[in-house]
């Protein structure tokens, strides 16, 4: 059975990382797919975990031939998702799930229009930039450049298959495990799945 593919989006500071992350660990078949990128990586990051570090020359490359299924330049440094590494897990009967922002995901929807995705929202600006602000690694000049940014990236939530508001941790996992189980139960699924008792029962 192929897998399915799952787009996540959230602004910065709404928990999309630690949320995807725990699904990953609850939830048999599901993948994490690893972004390429150009940027020096940061302490406490690994390759090959965090991301795919990348020389320029390289992601152009990869860029050249038609590689990525989405890409973007955030900053000066390129991000980008394999096709050919999505496409190879799906194909083996695992679930995907990119984080990608909104713009990211209107890419991966125009290549994979089958692709479900999730926008996940914070339940108010002000626990939103509390968050922010409890990680202590962002001035306060830098924090309100991410609020700024925040207001545009939500404003494409409209533009998903489902919406999760993380205000209580335990309920946003449950929802997103609720939305992945729920779709391996969809007619295509299930039909590929039992197709030989499908076929029995019909014969």
């Not at 209107?106 to 914070?122: E, F, G, K, T, W």
Request: hydrophobic share 35%; with cysteine; proline share 3%.
């Amino acid at each position: 059975m192929s897998g399915i593919l799952y787009i996540v989006s959230a602004p910065s500071g709404a928990g999309k990382t630690s949320l995807v992350r725990e699904l990953v660990q609850q939830v048999e078949g599901v993948t994490l797919s690893v972004s390429h990128t150009t940027r020096e990586s940061r302490p406490g990051e690994t390759e090959g975990v965090d991301y795919h570090f990348i020389e320029t020359d390289r992601f152009v490359e990869m860029l050249n031939g038609a590689e990525f299924l989405e890409q973007a330049q955030v900053y000066g440094n390129y991000y980008g998702t394999s096709e050919p590494w999505v496409k190879n897990q799906l194909k083996s009967g695992l679930d995907v799930i990119l984080e990608i922002d909104w713009q990211g995901a209107s890419q991966v929807r125009r290549l994979m229009p089958s692709a479900c995705s999730v926008y996940i929202l914070p339940p108010s600006r002000s626990v939103l930039e509390q968050r922010l602000r409890n990680r202590g690694q962002d001035s306060d000049d830098v924090i309100a450049g991410r609020m700024a940014e925040a207001k545009e990236e939500m404003s494409h939530y409209s533009e998903a298959d489902y919406l999760v508001i993380n205000d209580n941790f335990k309920l946003a996992l449950s929802q997103l495990k609720s939305i992945l189980l729920s779709n391996r139960l969809g007619i295509g699924p299930q039909s590929e799945e039992n197709a030989n008792t499908i076929s029995e029962l019909l014969s």
